[in-house]
């Protein structure tokens, strides 16, 4: 059974920063690709950031990146912007899977106070 588990999330105020973990278990961690999705108040989820590309919104300011010795991918965001809350999920995909993502995480709350 996949499991991918988000933590991490919490209020911040703007221009402070927050890092993002979700810990993945039942897959072959290093045979997945990793992303972060997020979905605000009254929005649609949106992407936000994989190992190749990152949402423009974000860029600069946001970092993915992963340790497959932990299973376990992280969202470093800098420059939090209140336009930034939302719940972050983590997801993930087979290696060539090329159908959307296949897994998602619980989500966790990212608050950004102005």
């Known amino acids: 059974q996949v499991q991918l588990v988000e933590s991490g999330g919490g209020l911040v105020q703007a221009g402070g920063s927050l890092r993002l973990s979700c810990a993945a278990s039942?897959?072959?961690?290093?045979?997945?690709?990793m992303g972060w999705f997020r979905q605000a108040p009254g929005k649609e989820r949106e992407f936000v950031a994989s190992?190749?590309s990152y949402a423009d919104s974000v860029k600069g300011r946001f970092t993915i990146s992963r340790d497959n010795s932990k299973n376990t991918v992280y969202l470093q965001m800098s420059s939090l912007k209140p336009e930034d809350t939302a719940v972050y999920y983590c997801?993930?995909?087979?290696?060539?899977?090329?159908?959307?993502?296949?897994?998602w995480g619980q989500g966790t709350q990212v608050t950004v106070s102005s």
């Open positions: 039942g897959l072959p961690f290093s045979s997945y690709a």
């Open positions: 997801t993930a995909r087979e290696s060539g899977y090329n159908r959307g993502w296949q897994y």
């Open positions: 190992r190749t």
